[in-house]
Every structure is written in structure tokens, then in C-alpha cells.
């Protein structure tokens, strides 16, 4: 079955402890994405990549690594996570323009 | 920057209604625009991709429209069921997309 596969799907940590949201897609994608969904400021981009070694910010980068070794992950990092990173966060993927953005069940982090 | 406004921001209908959601944007210059639906607590499905060239889509009750010259996009519902009830929302993608905070629709039964 084609997916995005993200886990965890709920994550609970404390200020400043190191944790990486995996993200893996089964169908060959080019172009993956992560965002993060807040009440009363829809969905943003933290970071994505058009391919293999190659990735960029989004619009709200600021604590968050990402990288791209493999065709198929796209991990997210937050090397000292706080509580403003309290989020659900998404990861997606697209082989082309044109094509329908797929998206993973979300991952529910809380930082406290 | 590509700002994305929905109306209305919920909507409680009865079954069987036909129903449409709106969607604006205020960057016309856009390569497609997507249609989601997203269920409480899950990931988002694609349900209608509509490229810069078309006007319309349709898969089966779904119709989406766009006027990518006034910044405009419909999702018309044709007879609504309970099964429905979710939140849309709609993402012009211009090098990237940007999302809208969504319409949550409840099919009452």
C-alpha cells in the first residue's frame, strides 16, 4: 500500500532532550515536506527537499534540523526541543507539480 | 506571500444537502491548487487536485472549481451524508503550498 509512515504518532519530552520524528514513504517520491499544525494558524512548512541531499526551509524553520540521505526518509530533528515546539506535525510527499501531496497520520508531540 | 482564506469556518447541514465551500487566495500565480479533507486527530487525504489550466474536477459527489484569475476556488458536496463530516481545506500550491485554516463540516443525520 502506498503511505507515508511517521512515528511516533504521540510523543511526550521534557525542554532541551534531543528527539528525531521519523518520516518514510513507499512510493519513490522526490519531494517530502514537514509541517506543523497549530489551532488558529493552520498548517506551515518547517522544511522540505526536492530530492536526495537536497533541502531548504520553509516558513518556520527556527528549531528544527532536517536531512535527506535516503530517497525514501526524511527525519525531523529538534536537537533542544521547547515547549513552544508543542505541535502536530505532518510530513508529506509528491513525485511531481502536479500530483497530489501524500500525507503521514501526523506526529502529536507535547514538550513540557 | 500567498494568503489563503476559507468560508465559512464551519458549516452544520442536514443529510442529503448539497453544499459548497469556498476558498480564496491572493496570489494568482499559481500551478494547482488541492482539496483535503482531514479527520479529528488524522493526516490529511488528498481529495481533488485541480491544475492552473483546468476550471474544473470531479470524482464521484466531489465537483471543484477554479478561477485562478479572481484567486477562487469551490468544493461543491452533492447529497451530503454524515460520513462527510470533516474539516476541508484547500492549498493553492505556487513553488509550495500554503494551506487555509479549513471549513469543519457536520452531515447531521
Known amino acids: 500500500e502506498a503511505q507515508v509512515t511517521q512515528n511516533p504518532r504521540y510523543l511526550i519530552t521534557v525542554t532541551g532532550k534531543k528527539l528525531t520524528v521519523t518520516c518514510s514513504q513507499n512510493?519513490?517520491?522526490?519531494?517530502m515536506s514537514w509541517y506543523r499544525q497549530d489551532p488558529g494558524l493552520g498548517l506551515r512548512q518547517i522544511y522540505y527537499?526536492?530530492?536526495?541531499?537536497?533541502?531548504d526551509k520553509g516558513d518556520v524553520p527556527e528549531g528544527y534540523k532536517v536531512s535527506r540521505k535516503e530517497k525514501r526518509n526524511f527525519p525531523l530533528i529538534l536537537e533542544s526541543p521547547s515547549p513552544n515546539q508543542t505541535s502536530l506535525y505532518f510530513c508529506?510527499?509528491?513525485?511531481?507539480?502536479?500530483?497530489?501531496?501524500?500525507f503521514g497520520n501526523g506526529t502529536r508531540l507535547t514538550v513540557t | 506571500k500567498q494568503e489563503v482564506t476559507q468560508i465559512p469556518a464551519a458549516l452544520s447541514v442536514p443529510e442529503g444537502e448539497n453544499l459548497v465551500l469556498n476558498c480564496s487566495f491572493t496570489?494568482?500565480?499559481?500551478?494547482?491548487l488541492q482539496w483535503f479533507r482531514q479527520d479529528p486527530g488524522k493526516g490529511l487525504t488528498s481529495l481533488l487536485l485541480?491544475?492552473?489550466?483546468?476550471r474544473e474536477q470531479t470524482s464521484g459527489r466531489l465537483n471543484a472549481s477554479l478561477d485562478k484569475s479572481s484567486g477562487r476556488s469551490t468544493l461543491y458536496i452533492a447529497a451530503s451524508q454524515p460520513g462527510d463530516s470533516a474539516t476541508y481545506l484547500c492549498?493553492?500550491?505556487?513553488?509550495?503550498?500554503?494551506f487555509g485554516d479549513g471549513t469543519t463540516l457536520t452531515v447531521k443525520p
Open positions: 508529506a510527499s509528491t513525485d511531481r507539480v502536479n500530483s497530489p501531496l501524500h
Open positions: 512510493m519513490n517520491h522526490e519531494y
Open positions: 527537499s526536492m530530492n536526495v541531499e537536497v533541502t
Open positions: 496570489d494568482s500565480a499559481i500551478y494547482n
Open positions: 485541480i491544475q492552473s489550466s483546468q
Open positions: 492549498a493553492p500550491y505556487a513553488g509550495k503550498s500554503t
